[in-house]
């Protein structure tokens, strides 16, 4: 069987832009402010440290970086996220698409998609691009979300039959436990009280 072909530049934007929410392991928010984004953004060099950059532009960034969670979710196979969440995403990234074109550009060598704008929409389009070349190497769906909902940390689902559903064995076990829980309190719900109330 062929190892998958990973361009890191491209899969390596995708899991950087969505790896930035506050999650259960600790991480904040990064895009919570103008300049958080704006930090992320210099920091891989999206942007120059010249350009203005509003609150505005920060949630613009979340609301694209959280339909694409979504989207990563779904590749994971998350029995949480319903028909009307992945077409609300996929009607944000559609518009998105919109909003921030794309350009490609063929030389001898190569051809590729960079973003057709410069500032935020650059940033945001540069992030659509990566999505974009990484689908078209037949790779995107091996991008997932960990269904574990305290983490959905973005990762790179290695395995043979890309049936990983979480980016660690922890929170794999995490979510074995909480539904080992869910069905004791099922089972005999004045068992699983005093439980409760004897740890209390």
């Known amino acids: 069987m062929e190892a998958p072909r990973w361009n890191g530049d491209t899969a390596a934007l995708v899991l950087s832009f969505v790896n930035t929410r506050a999650d259960g392991a600790g991480n904040v928010e990064i895009f919570g402010t103008a300049a958080g984004f704006a930090r992320w953004a210099t920091q891989r060099g999206l942007l120059d440290t010249a350009t203005v950059v509003t609150d505005s532009d920060a949630v613009a960034a979340r609301e694209l970086r959280d339909a694409l969670v979504t989207t990563l979710l779904t590749h994971a196979g998350d029995p949480d996220i319903g028909d009307a969440q992945v077409a609300e995403a996929e009607r944000y990234l559609r518009q ?3 909003r921030y074109p794309l350009t490609t550009v063929v030389t ?5 998609l960079l973003a057709g704008s410069s500032g935020v929409p650059g940033v945001l389009g540069s992030v659509l691009a990566a999505v974009t070349e ?3 190497r037949g790779d995107w769906m091996r991008i997932k979300a960990c269904c574990n909902p305290p983490c959905h940390f973005g990762f790179v689902d290695r395995t043979r039959n890309r049936a990983a559903r979480f980016c660690s064995p922890g929170c794999g076990s995490q979510v074995s436990m909480r539904a080992l829980r869910q069905r004791r309190k099922q089972a005999d719900p004045a068992a699983a009280g005093e ?3 004897g740890r209390a």
């Open 96 to 98: 998105a698409g919109v």
């Open 108 to 112: 001898a060598q190569t051809a590729q």
């Open 134 to 136: 990484t689908a078209q």
């Open 195 to 197: 439980s409760a109330s």
